[in-house]
Every structure is written in C-alpha cells, then in structure tokens.
C-alpha cells in the first residue's frame, strides 16, 4: 500500500538521507532506527504527507502524493494513515472513548460500539469515561493507539510511540500496537531508540 521511491531530504545544506526506497504490504511492520538527528521524524513526516517532497517520491495504493493539495492529502491520509507521536495528543475536554471516535466524527464513521471494541482491546473498557488526566502516561498511550486505528488504516506511522514510558508500559503498548495492526491487516512503520523492542523486525537504518 506504500512505495518510497529514492526518497531524499535535506535541510539546506544538511542532507539527511538519500535514494531510500522500500515498498510496504498489508500488515507489513518496519522499524526505523538511527541516531538523535538522522532524520526519523523527518522520514515519517514524509511517509504521511506532512512535509513538501524533495527528490524521490512516495505513493499510496498506488498514487503520488507528490502534486496532491494540502484538502485532499488530509482527506486521504484520513482514511489511509494512523498517526502515533510519542506525545499522546489527547484532547484534554474528552473522555477516552470520545478521544478514540475523533477519528471517525472527521472521517463521518462514527461507531461507539467499535470504539468500545477498541477499548476492550487496549485493555482500558472500565476507563472509558475518564478524562486524559485521570488515566496514568501508559493508559494515556494505548488511547492513543486505539485511536490511531479506528478508521482502519492501511498503515500506521509511529514516532518514538514509548518514548515517554518505562520498560513495563513500554512493552505493553509496543505490543498491544503491533498485535492490534496485525489483526486489522494495518501495515506499521515506527521510529524508535529502542533496540531492546525491536528485535527481530525488519529495520531500515539511517545516519
Ligand atoms: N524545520 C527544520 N529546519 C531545519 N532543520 C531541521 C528542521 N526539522 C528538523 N531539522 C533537523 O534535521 C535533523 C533531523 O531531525 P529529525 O527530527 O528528523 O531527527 P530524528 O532522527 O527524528 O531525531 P530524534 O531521534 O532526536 O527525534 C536534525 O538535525 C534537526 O535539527
């Protein structure tokens, strides 16, 4: 569902990487490793539309976005793309349910039953009308990952997911994102520091 065809990016004078390509299928899961500045966020921002191409291309099923407005790249990565920072970016007014629908309110598929489907699969049923701040930073996470997923991506990017956690919380939301992607046939690419996650998947190194 994605192709990077030798993608290259700099700023500036810097060049970050160049001629990066790979091809991901369904419930394909890359991990991207690489020093502090070799250009991972920056990678991911590239994958996910979210910065202006240089060299190379990037396509989703089968399409360039090179050239795409900014109204329909966002409508496509809507639907196509779920997003993981290693910030939650919960809105701090819902509960985690409603947190977990945004997805479906802006993409006009609201469904609470999946939503508490959702829930139940990150473990968190009995924390569904709590606030962001009630629930503790690895709670916060895996509200996060449900809500990356409700729209069923195609693939899902994310960015140092447990970054913020300790070893115990870290597992467990590493784990439950990539078990729930597996099960809805979601490709993931995830940029981490963390080799002890890792191992085992294929990785694409950079710096
Ligand atoms: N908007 C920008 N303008 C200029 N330089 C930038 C900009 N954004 C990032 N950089 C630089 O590009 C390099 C790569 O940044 P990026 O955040 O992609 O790296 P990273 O591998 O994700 O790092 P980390 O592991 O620390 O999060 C860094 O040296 C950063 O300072």
Redo the contacts with the bound molecule.
Sequence with gaps: MLEVLQLGFG??E?E?FQNLSFTMHESEIRVIL??????????LHLLAGLLALQSGDVRWQGESIRGLSEEVLAQRRLLLTGLIFQHHYLQAELTALENILVPGYLADKVDPDWGLELLNRVGLLDRAHLLPKALSGGERQRIAVARALYNRPKLLLAD?PTGSLDRRNAEKVWGLMLSLAQDLGTAVIV?T?DEHLVQGLPELR?G
């Design positions: 700023y500036g810097v970050l690489g020093p502090s500045g070799s250009g991972k966020t920056t990678l140092e940029a520091h950079l």
